[in-house]
Nanobody, 127 residues
């Protein structure tokens, strides 16, 4: 059974940091790109960041313009886990954050629809 389980969300003040984790199981993690999406109340789900599968110990990562320079995505293939380090958080970062997995390409895109999805974790940034 494929599972993606997000954790690490919570309430933080503006300017603070959180690290989200996406623990996966049930598929060959090394072969999948992993992405983070978020959805705020009343808004559409948007891509935040993605990281490609690891080829020759290198990988490709991408970020939405709204988080570039503040968020960092990484993956630990030994733990089948992807992380999203979020720094300098802003109230507009408040949303439910989802991780998702896809195997279609050696790259990744925050504009794809991914095959597998987690249930989400709430991030709330107070002003």
């Amino acid at each position: 059974e494929v599972q993606l389980v997000e954790s690490g969300g919570g309430l933080v003040q503006a300017g603070g940091s959180l690290r989200l984790s996406c623990a996966t199981s049930g598929f060959t993690f090394d072969d999948y790109a992993i992405a983070w999406f978020r959805q705020a109340p009343g808004k559409e789900r948007e891509g935040v960041s993605c990281i490609s599968r690891t080829d020759a110990q290198t990988y490709y990562a991408d970020y939405a313009d709204s988080v570039r320079g503040r968020f960092t995505i990484s993956r630990d293939n030994a733990k089948n886990t992807v992380y999203l380090q979020m720094n300098s958080l802003k109230p507009e970062d408040t949303a439910v954050y989802y991780c998702a997995a896809d195997s279609r390409s050696s790259y990744c895109s925050i504009y794809w629809w991914y095959d597998y999805w987690g249930q989400g974790t709430q991030v709330t940034v107070s002003s």
